[in-house]
């Protein structure tokens, strides 16, 4: 099989979004969109599925809350339960209510940071990556949706010339 | 139009009866003498000894603090336990009679921020809001005859509202400029008329709109939704030191005015969406789709967060500071109520942080009106708390009379609420965003 793509462009996101239906209805496999802004809906016109993101900010809020947890009571009732301006340091319920600012708090900044790196990590952005985008055209005014070639390159691309495309470009997959 | 089913309207009379029923039940059986008192007591120490004999330890205790005659210290303390228990009936009556007001309230409230800043996506859900706050002339009108009677005496819910008390007792003497009866009244009648008049004001103007060719309507619903929410939050906060936290006329914080706030609004929004899912369920309201229940969901869940945030400010304040003329309050209900106090922070906080979490949940109808039971019980709970160890003390019970106060409260706010839905079309159409609600989504 050949590493083809063929790259057509649009300059409107509503003509993008209905050359996205179409060449999903006609079962070309659309390999990548990109666009200088989010388009509302396109993921799921694409059929992208749903994020997992909230689920893991979830549970490494749940690492955080822990953690508090932990740390609190073995630091303050635990390692040295030293009596400080009466404090019931005799338990770790007993002196709960003084925690909680900080059991929330680093929930909240588990939950938030390692989803954030998660993120990062899944959509492979660091310092110094090559950017990807095929025109630079594409983070300013312009939208690349990029169709795999398979089988016939000719009609492929000029069905993608009737979806409104303003231009179009066959490349080697880079 | 919407047409009053013949079932609920039933079951509403019904609840009123029962309700009825129970509440004078409740205030039949209350001891009207010492000595009744006595044999009660008598009898429930024959009946668990270690519990009641220890029971009887502190009552010495504390009588002896008092410095009464140690002798009389049993007939003193049997004196206090009627006041208390001849409180019980009434103060179940008021918690429930406050809770449905808030519920109407807030929806008020909620109703008129929709309109002050705009909101596209309610307008569909704005008959369901006004029918709710349809309860508010009713459930007024019945607070302030439920004052006079305390202010008449015939009960001693509001402490400082008896002269004799108020003798004996320094504190409550420097409030007595804030805290006298005929000022209580009539700043009561003033929030209550205030209330009253933005709401029916507001139902008018949505009405005319329905079929009017201009929007001249909408803008004065606009600016006049503006100015009841500046007159709601100075209202709605000194109501909130009138009603509730005037029955510890000692004790006194800075944000019970909001924290009522939160508890109000969130059973508000809880009730808007239950009662939106049944008229969707019975097929009235085919223009609202599941983003809008999505959306009052979301509202629950943040809201409850609220609420529980404001709990734990006012709580931990006092909890690590523990000044003892403000703490006691706490101590009373940590000590007295230890179930209902810590039990709605599970009902509360816990079950709709867990439940309503999830996105997908959100949309769920079963699963918010699950929730929002839950809710609705948890944010009773909390009016309870705030108001019962004030009144009962230690002779709380969640018995006949509390559930039957509820029934009655709940059999009247269906009946005025359903009927209201009954007197106008379930879609208000001349709002401008009319569309934009229609085609909601997210």
């Known amino acids: 099989m050949s590493n083809k793509v063929v790259q057509a462009m649009y300059n409107d996101d509503d003509i993008l979004m209905d050359a996205v239906k179409e060449t999903r209805a006609a079962n070309h496999h659309i390999e990548e969109v990109y666009t200088p802004f989010p388009v509302h809906g396109l993921d799921k016109a694409m059929g992208l599925k749903g994020t997992r993101l909230a689920i893991t900010a979830f549970m490494y809020g749940c690492v955080g809350f822990s953690f508090a947890v932990w740390m609190m009571n073995y630091m303050m009732i635990e390692q040295w339960p030293q009596d400080i301006g009466g404090k019931p340091s005799m338990s770790f319920f007993l002196n ?31 310092p ?47 | 139009m919407y047409t009053f089913s013949s079932k609920l309207k039933t079951l509403s009379f019904a609840l009123m009866i029962i309700g009825f029923l129970g509440v004078a039940y409740g205030f039949l059986s209350t001891p009207s003498t010492v000595e009744d008192v006595k044999v009660m007591m008598q009898d429930s120490h024959d009946s668990h000894g270690a519990e009641a004999s220890n029971h009887e330890v502190i009552a010495d205790a504390h009588a002896t603090a008092d410095a009464h005659d140690a002798e009389h210290s049993d007939d003193s303390h049997a004196e206090h336990v009627l006041h208390l228990l001849k409180n019980k009936p009434w103060s179940a009556l008021y918690v429930a009679l406050f809770f449905f007001f808030m519920i109407s309230l807030a929806t008020l409230a909620f109703y008129a921020i929709q309109h002050a800043s705009q909101a596209g996506w309610p307008v569909v859900l704005f008959r369901v809001m006004e029918a709710i706050t349809g309860y508010l002339p009713v459930g007024g009108v019945l607070l302030f005859v439920f004052f006079v009677l305390s202010s008449l005496h015939l009960n001693h819910l509001f402490v400082w509202m008896d002269p004799e008390v108020v003798a004996h007792d320094e504190l409550i003497q420097n409030k007595a400029g804030y805290l006298n009866v005929p000022f209580f009244l009539i700043r009561a009648a003033i929030y209550i008329a205030g209330w009253i008049v933005y709401r029916q004001y507001a139902r008018k103007l949505t009405l005319a709109q329905d079929n009017a060719s201009d929007l001249k309507n909408y803008y004065k619903l606009f600016k006049s939704s503006a100015a009841f929410l500046v007159f709601f939050l100075v209202t709605e906060s000194m109501m909130s030191w009138d009603w509730i936290m005037s029955l510890d006329p000692h004790w006194f914080s800075t944000l019970f005015g909001w924290y009522i706030f939160a508890s109000m609004i969130v059973s508000a929004i809880t009730t808007i969406a239950l009662v939106s899912i049944y008229l969707k369920g019975k097929g009235y309201l085919e223009f609202v789709n599941n983003s809008h229940l999505h959306d009052l969901a979301k509202f629950m869940f943040g809201f409850s967060v609220f609420w529980t945030y404001l709990w734990f400010s006012q709580f931990m304040l006092i909890w690590y500071a523990n000044i003892p003329e403000e703490v006691t309050y706490f101590a009373t209900r940590f000590n007295d109520y230890k179930i209902p106090f810590l039990g709605m922070l599970v009902l509360n906080f816990l079950f709709p942080l867990l439940v309503l979490m999830n996105s997908d949940y959100k949309r769920v ?12 019980i948890g944010h009773y709970i909390d009016i309870y708390v705030m108001i019962m160890p004030a009144t009962v003390g230690d002779q709380w ?17 269906i009946y ?13 159409k001349g709002s401008p965003f009319l569309k934009e609600s229609e085609h909601f989504h997210y």
């Open chain 1, 96 to 126: 709960m209510p003084a925690f909680v600012p900080i059991m929330f708090e680093l929930s909240v900044f588990f939950a938030a940071h390692l989803m954030v790196i998660t993120f990062y990590m899944r959509s492979r952005l660091w």
């Open chain 1, 128 to 174: 110094f990556k090559e950017a990807e985008n095929p025109d630079p055209r594409t983070t300013d005014d312009m939208f690349v949706m990029e169709v795999a070639v398979e089988g016939d390159e000719a009609a492929l691309v000029s069905f993608l010339e009737k979806t409104g495309t303003v231009e179009i470009k066959v490349t080697e997959k880079h």
């Open chain 2, 365 to 376: 109808p079963w699963f918010i009106v699950t929730t929002g039971i839950v809710i609705l």
């Open chain 2, 397 to 413: 019970f969640i018995g006949i009379s509390e559930i039957s106060s509820v029934l009655l409260v709940l059999g009247i706010f």
């Open chain 2, 416 to 428: 005025v609420v359903f009927t209201t839905l009954t007197k106008a079309p379930l879609l208000a």
